[in-house]
């Protein structure tokens, strides 16, 4: 065997078998247990009533379901879910994207504004819940002093249906708008400087420049923000928790927060009919994933 | 206009020379750049302000309040009123052993996900991305089954134990891994070095910066989780910090002052990280978290 | 080594999909009821524990009486009680701990788990243990209104510890302004209902205050001398509450004469929270307001510089069957305890609900005595005649007829029927949808509640 071969067949033995493959072991059994197991279980307790304290007492096949999909509540519980996630999106990255864009050329206090704009990604959803609460609170709250401070009568912030909905998707946005921030920076940066010097060179100055040359660049990290803070405005469940507990009237209640309500909320928990909106979620989030791969696969094509 | 798109981004000169004269635009851009500061900065100015007045001084003086009338009264009954003091213990804890774990995990299973080379390799790696896209909150009730017949209900390990090993840290530490030169591990196992040892020594430290933007993703994930905690403790001095505060604000004997008190208590570590880590946050999502 | 690791994890899958078929299910526990003997025969001290939803001021009256209770029994008993957070979080942690066997000895929940908690069937029935522990509790001490409360079908199924009644807190200065007087003119609901239109008249403040509980319609169901939930509330022969009965005529006319006030302005809003209604009515912001006895202390604490007192419950219906509810919470011994452990509980009980106890902590937290051997004690009589308003809540609650009525709604649903209630009677006060539609949609929703409730039952 000449030392070709020979550092060949090393090469082979090193790279085959051995104990690497079984590295994998940990991380695999807890998926399976904490991940897999229960996406089968929820399954399977979609299709039981639960007992008095919760347990799967008797098959009820797709009852849950056939009640689940034809209930007014369920109609409700979506569009809420819907309108709270795709409201929180759109304020988030369109705040996020603005200050990134006119921040990009050079002002005075620019590193200031930035770590500013970047804070709002130190909050949880519990932090940020806590503090809209307070600022959103009737009379003594800090977005009403300022309103009064302008003359405006602030709005029933938290308790009149359409301004629950709607502080709850601030509260959304604003956390989420720090995260997006430092995600759309790091967008901007990669966008190489000649390209901007040439377009600026042709007479492209400020929006055009932005719309036409900017955006499109960062459409990546820009589809990549819309598609996981509609993911995660679907389960919103902290900011409802905090700020309204459903109200007023069940009608900031989303579907996370209808789970919650079901399974341990409500006196006597009832698991099946709570799984049956876990599993249904399953299915949407995954809808939705698909739809991003698809986008984003299907552009680099 | 034709747009190539150049394979690798570059920088030609010094940008900042260029871009620092000020033109007429600017003063508009400079106008509602503030605007947009003090709107996004107010929640912040009031989080942290307003705990540090007695309640009702912040409303009454127009927020901006004579700085005689400081106290700290707000933060201790704050700490009193929920044992914010074992909770924020409990949360530490949590955080410690929630990173340390996923760390571990994710760092041995990209190990076998990417060198070693065995059958069904790209299967098990489908079926670890798969569960990113599998949302939380759909498998917390029968992991609450499964977690309080182990007894482990109302306990930190109760916490942390459906979270030892995620998905998101595996694919981060994955790509890092394969983006490495093959040679650099070949060395090593030609060297003699067994797998562990491969990994620990030789393949995460050339990884730094991944596998630092894995941690703090792992930490902040960690410190932030709100729902399962919710769920799986019950006992005020067992609950992390984030509960803690949920129960704070509807507590029957907290004002407002009091809330903001605790929250920016809460807050204190979150917001010091992201004021010092500006940069590695901004770098760590260019490389590797946009997919 | 593809084969292999999806053979485990189908393993895995398999082995705890199988093993996890979920604890045993709500058996019925053995509600035997052990004598002193299981207490004197046993080794040691007797550890038993004690889950309560007693915060703040009343807290500290239960822990006095608690660690009184622990010095009593040196050596023999030991008492862990431990403060579980509000009565919501209480149940909801009871619940948890059914699941996995991690019960209290002796639970103190609210009035409204009642049902819950009798259906699940994990607690010694106290006529039992008093049979078999003659020297402690005397079950015929407690007061009449308590026992009627906490019982089914004749037979108790809890002792109470405190009790409230529902009153109507009177701003006697903005009704004089008004020229009403409240030992007169506020008996019957249409009378108050008068007075607040009168006094918004004459002074622009608002007349009444009602937060929007649950438990303020079950008042207003009761006073107007209708059950709440058929049959007989719950509580007779015929077992479960079938459903809900929110449109008998006198209970409409007495929805009615509310909402009236809410809607043409002598009402003021401020949601479901008794303490905001508090807080207005210590602001003078409104002449009336209905609250809970247990107001008293957080009234007085105010210093409100008008006068103020509280006149008994209105009521609309036959004065025969018609009257408040009481509101508090009881004390169940688990079943699942030891035999020392269940006499231990009993004594514990029989402790908190004795005269010599229920006085001091009725002082105390403003609740009214469970025990009637204390009202004829020289001190009660001389309290009495110092807080008229004391006298008051004790004679409403000794004066209301014992009927079905009165004794309020026994259901496991409960939390879920006010769930479905309180929305719509809220949008129906606030003007939003009429009062018929409203209370249509909430006797839907609450029966729909309780069929889901009795599916769970099996």
Redesign the interface.
Same mark, same amino acid.
């Given at each position: 065997m000449n030392s070709i071969t020979r550092s060949r067949t090393?090469?082979q033995r090193?790279?085959?078998?051995?104990?690497?493959?079984?590295?994998?072991l940990? =991380?695999?059994?807890?998926? =399976?247990?904490?991940?897999?197991?229960?996406?089968?279980?929820?399954v399977?307790?979609s299709f039981f009533?639960?007992? @008095?304290?919760?347990?799967?007492?008797?098959f009820v096949g797709l009852a849950n379901w056939v009640e689940f999909f034809t209930t007014p509540d369920f109609q409700r519980t979506l569009w809420t879910s819907l309108l709270i996630a795709v409201l929180a999106m759109c304020m988030s990255v369109g705040?996020a994207l603005?200050?990134v864009l006119?921040?990009r050329?050079?002002?005075?206090g620019r590193g200031f504004?930035?770590?500013?704009?970047?804070?709002?990604?130190?909050?949880?959803?519990?932090?940020?819940? =806590?503090?809209?609460?307070?600022?959103f609170?009737p009379s003594?709250?800090?977005v009403n @002093?300022?309103l009064d401070?302008i003359g405006i009568d602030g709005p029933p912030w938290l308790?009149q249906p359409a301004w629950a909905i709607f502080s709850i998707a601030a509260t959304t946005a604003?956390y989420e708008?720090?995260f997006a921030f430092?995600?759309l920076? $790091? $967008?901007i940066?990669?966008?190489?400087?000649?390209?901007i010097e040439?377009?600026e060179l042709?007479g492209a100055?400020?929006g055009r420049l932005s719309w036409s040359?900017l955006i499109p660049l960062m459409r990546?990290?820009l589809v990549?923000l819309l598609v996981t803070q509609t993911?995660s405005g679907?389960?919103t469940?902290?900011q409802v928790?905090?700020l309204t507990r459903g109200?007023?009237?069940?009608t900031t209640t989303t579907l996370?927060f209808q @789970?919650?309500q079901l $399974?341990?909320?409500? +006196?006597?928990?009832?698991?099946g009919r $709570?799984?049956v909106i876990?599993?249904f @979620?399953?299915i949407v989030? +995954?809808l939705v994933?698909l739809v991003q791969f698809r986008i984003?696969h299907r552009k680099d094509a | 206009m034709v747009l190539a798109q150049p394979s690798t981004p570059k920088r030609t000169r010094r940008p900042a020379a260029r871009l620092r004269t000020l033109r007429a635009g600017d003063v508009a851009r400079f106008a509602v750049v503030l605007v947009l500061m003090l709107l996004m900065g107010f929640p912040l100015y009031m989080t942290f302000a307003t705990g540090l007045f007695p309640n009702g001084v912040l409303v009454r003086s127009g927020l901006f309040p004579p700085l005689n009338q400081l106290t700290l009264d707000n933060v201790a009954l704050a700490v009193r009123s929920i044992p914010l003091g074992s909770q924020y213990v409990v949360s530490l804890c949590v955080v410690v052993i929630q990173t340390l774990a996923q760390l571990v995990t994710a760092a041995l299973a990209a190990y076998a996900l990417v060198f070693p080379r065995w059958r069904g390799r790209a299967i098990a790696f489908g079926l670890v991305i798969a569960t990113l896209a599998v949302p939380g909150e759909s498998l917390v009730i029968p992991n609450y089954e499964l977690v309080s017949q182990i007894g482990l209900r109302d306990t930190i390990f109760g916490i942390v134990v459906p979270f030892l090993a995620v998905g998101y840290p595996i694919f981060l530490l994955r790509q890092a891994f394969a983006s490495l030169p093959l040679e650099l591990w070949e060395a090593a196992r030609l060297d003699g070095c067994g797998d562990v040892r491969a990994l620990f020594l030789v393949i995460m430290p050339a990884c730094r910066n991944q596998v630092t933007t894995a941690a703090m993703w792992s930490a902040l994930a960690a410190w932030n989780g709100f729902f399962w905690p919710l769920l799986i403790t019950d006992s005020p001095a067992n609950r992390t910090v984030q509960v803690g505060l949920s129960q704070l604000v509807t507590a029957e004997t907290t004002t407002p002052s009091v809330i903001f008190a605790g929250t920016a208590l809460v807050l204190l570590p979150t917001v010091i990280l992201v004021i010092v880590s500006q940069r590695l946050l901004v770098s760590g999502l260019a490389s590797g978290a946009v997919k | 080594m593809k084969k292999a690791l999806l053979g485990a994890a189908a393993g895995l899958l398999a082995l705890s999909l199988a093993a996890c078929g979920g604890p045993t299910s709500t058996g019925v526990g053995s509600s035997g009821a052990p004598g002193p003997d299981a207490l004197h025969d046993a080794k040691g001290v007797t550890e038993i524990t004690f889950w309560h939803g007693l915060g703040g001021a009343n807290g500290e009256a239960l822990d006095k009486l608690i660690a009184q209770f622990n010095s009593e029994n040196e050596g023999s008993i030991k008492v862990d009680s431990s403060f579980q957070g509000s009565y919501a979080d209480l149940l909801a942690k009871y619940t948890a701990g059914l699941r996995d066997d991690s019960t209290p000895t002796v639970l103190l929940a609210g009035d409204i788990a009642s049902g819950y908690l009798h259906d699940v069937q994990r607690s010694v029935s106290p006529e039992r243990m008093a049979a078999a522990n003659p020297d402690d509790l005397n079950l015929d001490e407690i007061r009449a209104a308590g026992t009627n409360y906490y019982s089914s079908n004749g037979e108790l199924f809890a002792v109470p510890l405190n009790m409230s009644t529902p009153v109507l807190w009177v701003n006697t200065d903005l009704l004089a302004a008004a020229g009403v007087d409240p030992q007169a003119d506020l008996s019957t609901l249409d009378d108050m209902a008068a007075a607040a239109k009168k006094v918004t008249a004459t002074t622009g403040v608002a007349g009444l205050v009602e937060p929007f509980d649950g438990w303020w319609f079950e008042q207003l169901t009761a006073a107007s001398g209708n059950v709440y939930c058929a049959k007989d509330n719950g509580r007779g022969k015929t077992g479960q509450a079938t459903s809900i009965s929110l449109t008998k005529p006198a209970q409409i006319a007495a929805f009615k004469t509310v909402a009236d006030l809410y809607t043409s302005g002598a009402g003021l809003d401020v949601g479901v929270d008794g303490n905001a209604a508090l807080t207005a009515f210590t602001a003078g912001q409104v002449g009336m307001m209905f609250n809970s006895s247990g107001a008293a202390g957080g009234i007085s604490a105010a210093k409100v510089p008008f006068g103020y007192t509280a006149v008994p419950y209105p009521i609309s219906g036959d004065k025969t069957v018609a009257g408040p509810v009481v509101g508090g919470s009881a004390m169940w011994l688990s079943s699942t305890a030891t035999d020392a452990q269940k006499v231990a509980g009993w004594k514990l009980e029989s402790f908190l609900a004795s005269a010599q106890a229920q006085e001091p902590f009725a002082q105390a937290t403003g609740y009214i005595p469970v025990n009637t051997a204390v009202d004829t004690s020289s001190t009660r009589t001389s309290y009495l005649q110092e807080n008229p308003l004391a006298k008051v809540f004790v004679d409403q609650v000794d004066d209301a007829p014992k009927t079905d009525v009165t004794a309020g709604c026994l259901s496991g649903a409960m939390t879920a029927i006010r769930a479905a209630v309180v929305p719509q009677m809220q949008a129906a006060f606030t003007g939003s949808i009429s009062l018929d539609d409203a209370l249509e949609n909430a006797e839907q929703a609450a029966n729909k509640a309780i069929d889901q409730y009795r599916e769970q039952l099996g």
């Open positions: 090393l090469r090193v790279r085959t078998a051995g104990v690497g493959p079984w590295l994998l940990p =991380a695999a059994v807890l998926l =399976a247990v904490f991940v897999y197991r229960p996406l089968f279980r929820g399977e307790l009533g639960s007992d @008095l304290i919760g347990n799967p007492s008797r705040v603005s200050c006119l921040l050329r050079w002002l005075p504004f930035q770590v500013v704009f970047s804070l709002p990604f130190a909050y949880s959803a519990a932090s940020a819940s =806590a503090v809209f609460f307070g600022l609170a003594v709250g800090g @002093l300022l401070g308790q604003w708008s720090g430092l995600v920076i $790091a $967008a940066k990669n966008v190489p400087e000649e390209l040439a377009a042709d100055s400020g040359i990546p990290s990549f993911i679907l389960q469940f902290t928790y905090v109200g007023p009237s069940n996370v @789970l919650y $399974a341990f909320g409500q +006196g006597t928990p009832d698991f $709570a799984s876990g599993v @979620l399953v989030v +995954g994933t984003t | - | -």
